[in-house]
């Protein structure tokens, strides 16, 4: 049984970054790509990016330039820091398992079956002065 | 604006069945498996459909997806009032390399 748990500061002011952190118990932790997706209060999924074992990322284009995502495979942990926040980052932010994937050759491939079979709780981040 | 396009509600009686649209384009949808996922209120988001039309174990078989050209869609059969929620359907996007969702669709069971 796969199980994601999630946690980091729930409270930041304007210009602060983000940082959350999710491990990942059960299930294998290489071979698949790892994901974090936010919902702002009241509104639809927005996806964030993803992070393979072998540490491949890809971002939201829109998010692109404050987003980082990173991952320690001795804990099975990945983790979220997004810089420079505004109010409109005031979301739950999720993590969830997303598909399978590997790379070699310096090319990355996934099966893209789906962007979450496993969710964290989810963290609602408020971003206020 | 979500890359993809859901109706933003629809609505059936208890046993009756419901279909939920999902429309995308050849970047997306077109060549890409659809997902679909049921988010309860106050809960987070849970897989019904992957691969287009698989269902992970333990969904039951009333739910259904399909995908034809750059659409796709979602069946509940046999609706319950335990049905109403939100509806997502996601893919990837090979022209953003991003995962995109649909704008969510919200259940009534009248």
């Known amino acids: 049984q796969v199980q994601l748990q999630q946690w980091g500061a729930g409270l930041l002011k304007p210009s602060e970054t983000l940082s959350l952190t999710c491990a990942v118990y059960?299930?294998?932790?290489?071979?698949?790509?790892w994901s974090w997706i936010r919902q702002p209060p009241g509104k639809g999924l927005e996806w964030i990016g993803e992070?393979?074992?072998?540490?491949?990322?890809n971002y939201n284009p829109s998010l692109k330039s404050r987003v980082t995502i990173s991952v320690d495979t001795s804990k099975n942990q990945f983790s979220l820091k997004l810089s420079s926040v505004t109010a409109a980052d005031t979301a739950v932010y999720y993590c969830?398992?997303?598909?399978?994937?590997?790379?070699?050759?310096?090319?990355?491939?996934?099966?893209?079956?789906?962007?979450?079979?496993?969710w964290g709780q989810g963290t609602l981040v408020t971003v206020s002065s | 604006q979500s890359v993809l396009t859901q109706p933003p509600s629809v609505s059936a009686a208890p046993g009756q069945k419901v279909t939920i649209s999902c429309s995308g384009s050849?970047?997306?949808?077109?060549?890409?498996?659809v997902s679909w996922y049921q988010q309860l209120p106050g809960t987070a988001p849970k897989l019904l459909i992957y691969?287009?039309?698989k269902r992970p174990s333990g969904i039951p078989d009333r739910f259904s997806g399909s995908k034809s050209g750059t659409s796709a869609t979602l069946g509940i059969t046999g609706l319950q009032t335990g049905d109403e929620a939100d509806y997502y359907c996601?893919?990837?996007?090979?022209?953003?390399?991003?995962?995109?969702f649909g704008g969510g669709t919200k259940l009534t069971v009248l």
């Open positions: 969830a398992r997303g598909p399978r994937g590997y790379c070699s050759g310096g090319s990355c491939y996934s099966s893209r079956s789906s962007l979450g079979a496993y």
């Open positions: 059960g299930g294998s932790f290489s071979g698949y790509y």
């Open positions: 992070i393979n074992h072998s540490g491949s990322t």
């Open positions: 050849s970047s997306n949808i077109g060549n890409n498996f």
């Open positions: 691969d287009n039309n």
């Open positions: 996601g893919t990837w996007d090979s022209s953003l390399s991003a995962g995109v």
